[in-house]
């Protein structure tokens, strides 16, 4: 019998290349899972009493987690679609959960948790719904609130209006949306005042280029005895919109309902920018790529990549060979948005074929 060393030395080789391809698949993808939505720093107290239960209190902190991530993801109009879920469908989309802090105070029980849930779980939740989520994502953004008094002929800017003063006292840990708003600045106030007439076509573009931020929301608030009208010009993504809003019956001197008009304000706002970020998750689009297995720095970074954008519904390799891993990715949305993602994170591809290749 004779040894053919040259077959020998082949399938040596192919072994290697096999045994290489299943570490980067065990390597590299035994810690992928569905991303997570994080809430962090959910805080309860509870008096320590006989009948103390720790695992009610922390269910209890599941559903207030489940809850904040709803609000931050959720436009208004949807919330109610998810009023009935219950303790053990919310439990079931849950990753992980971690106990951040807890102590005893003068016989009351203080607990901060912080709750990971299953993305792909959450987003067939919505789906099931009729709902599209929205990525939640922070965003700084320039406020500008202007009052305009027409019985007194009169406009409030800055310290004297409350609005200004207090629109960042009500913040909540789901809203999206960080306001930075202008220092007091004289030049800035006659320059308001010199556009009185046409303010409502002014575009303030000499206030709103002091400073770094380019898109802005600036809201003229129209004063006519109860009835208040506010004009909003919001600036996102390079587009205005104009979005017009009355109140009837509301005295804005009364800190307690101006109060509630910054609250109603802001839920105009945070139900815009969601509406910039919805997940199309009836949109699943199936591509296939290949990138080949003998770097794994490469693949590694890769799937850092897929694992932080939000809009990946999924991916897993599917077969490997002595060359390439093939990975099946679910995407959110077209294939121009998924190469645009992929560009701004140095990625290119050929997509000639049906299989992408990465450059």
């Given at each position: ?6 077959l ?42 006989i ?27 949807d ?56 990525l ?10 202007i ?17 200004f ?31 009185l ?10 206030i ?152």
């Amino acid at each position: 019998m004779r040894f053919n060393i040259k077959l020998f030395n082949y399938k040596i080789l192919y072994i290697y290349f096999c045994l290489l391809a299943l570490l980067n698949i065990f390597f590299s993808t035994e810690n992928i899972q569905a991303k997570t939505f994080n809430i962090n720093d959910i805080e309860i107290s509870t008096p320590f009493e006989i009948k103390f239960d720790k695992n009610k209190i922390i269910e209890e902190g599941f559903s207030q987690a489940f809850d904040r991530l709803i609000l931050s993801i959720v436009q208004t109009k949807d919330k109610k679609k998810l009023g009935q879920t219950s303790l053990n469908q919310i439990k079931g989309m849950i990753e992980t959960f971690s106990i951040k802090e807890e102590k005893f105070i003068n016989e009351v029980y203080y607990l901060s948790l912080n709750v990971s849930f299953n993305k792909k779980k959450i987003l067939n939740l919505m789906e099931n719904k009729n709902i599209f989520p929205s990525l939640p994502a922070k965003k700084n953004i320039f406020f500008l609130p202007i009052i305009i008094d027409k019985n007194k002929n009169e406009i409030l800017i800055f310290s004297e209006s409350y609005i200004f003063n207090n629109w960042n006292s009500y913040i909540q840990k789901y809203h999206l949306l960080n306001y930075i708003l202008p220092t007091e600045d004289l030049e800035d106030f006659n320059l308001i005042k010199r556009n009185l007439k046409n303010i409502e076509s002014y575009n303030f573009k000499e206030i709103i280029q002091k400073y770094t931020l380019d898109e802005y929301i600036i809201s003229i608030i129209f004063k006519d005895n109860n009835d208040i009208k506010v004009l909003n010009k919001i600036n996102i993504n390079q587009k205005i919109d104009v979005k017009n809003i009355s109140f009837s019956n509301l005295n804005i001197d009364n800190f307690q309902e101006t109060n509630k008009l910054i609250e109603r304000l802001k839920e105009v706002f945070e139900n815009y920018w969601k509406s910039k970020n919805e997940i199309n998750t009836s949109v699943k689009l199936s591509l296939t790529i290949s990138i080949t297995n003998s770097d794994n720095l490469k693949i590694s970074n890769f799937e850092e990549i897929l694992n932080n954008t939000d809009l990946i519904y999924d991916f897993y390799i599917y077969k490997f060979n002595n060359k390439d891993n093939f990975y099946k990715i679910i995407f959110n949305g077209s294939p121009d948005h998924f190469l645009k993602i992929m560009k701004d994170n140095n990625y290119e591809f050929d997509i000639q074929n049906r299989i992408w290749v990465i450059k």
